[in-house]
């Protein structure tokens, strides 16, 4: 089955710093999201992006799907932000399955 | 928000015993997840429904099994709980008649003690 890396497992910022989360896949897939864990564990969905480019406010994301990576950019970080990052997969090979990467964990300090 | 219930929200049980979680959806969508989160892991999917009575196994099912028996609603079922079933369960559905190419949204998630 698909394989999901997430990079950097873990992440300390400061308020106001600039980060890229990185999301590998092993295959090529039809859907893929970006969802933030706040610190009550509510899955939020940032960004449905099987391939191009969002943005939404100082969250943006990329996926090049032909490479098998996605990126996702937070801008001026807020100790809002702070919680996990997932992303998650979903092949191109007929399957329902919907596979989660392990995550990074952002904490930002005021 | 997408209308996504599970229930009961948390529960504490005894080892040896059956246990039942809910998700209740009000938006008709086709397909339906059960995932579990536990750390160091993210959230690793159990079993998945793709129509009514279609079910499907996902990375950890042992231990699990799944019914749908209409639309709206996916049960999970520990037919014997252990203390390393004790989790915190999410419960996700799928847009109806898009295909495969479709966002999914998560319930509030079960929390799950296996004593």
């Known amino acids: 089955g698909i394989q999901v890396e997430q990079s950097p497992p873990d992440l300390i910022l400061q308020e106001g710093a600039n980060s890229t989360l990185r999301c590998n896949f092993s295959d090529s897939v039809n859907n893929l999201q970006w969802f933030h864990q706040n610190p009550w564990g509510q899955l939020i969905n940032l960004f449905y992006i099987p391939s191009g480019t969002k943005q939404n406010g100082r969250l943006s994301a990329t996926t090049v799907a032909t490479e098998r990576y996605s990126l996702l950019y937070i801008s001026s970080s807020q100790t809002t932000d702070s919680g996990v990052y997932f992303c998650a997969v979903g092949g191109a090979t007929g399957t329902y399955k919907y596979i989660f990467g392990t995550g990074t964990r952002l904490k930002v300090l005021a | 928000d997408a209308g996504i219930t599970q229930s009961p929200r948390h529960k504490v049980t005894e080892t040896g015993t059956p246990v039942t979680l809910r998700c209740h959806q009000t938006?008709?969508?086709?397909?339906m997840y059960w995932y579990r989160q536990d750390p160091g892991h993210g959230l690793r999917l159990i079993h998945y429904s793709y129509g009514v009575k279609d079910t499907d196994k996902g990375e950890v099912s042992d231990g699990y099994s799944v019914s749908r028996s209409k639309t709206e609603d996916f049960l999970l079922t520990l037919e014997s709980a252990t203390s390393s079933q004790t989790s915190v369960y999410f419960c996700a559905i799928r847009d109806l008649g898009r295909g495969l190419n479709t966002e999914a949204f998560f319930g509030q998630g079960t929390r799950l003690t296996v004593v």
């Open positions: 938006e008709n969508h086709r397909y």
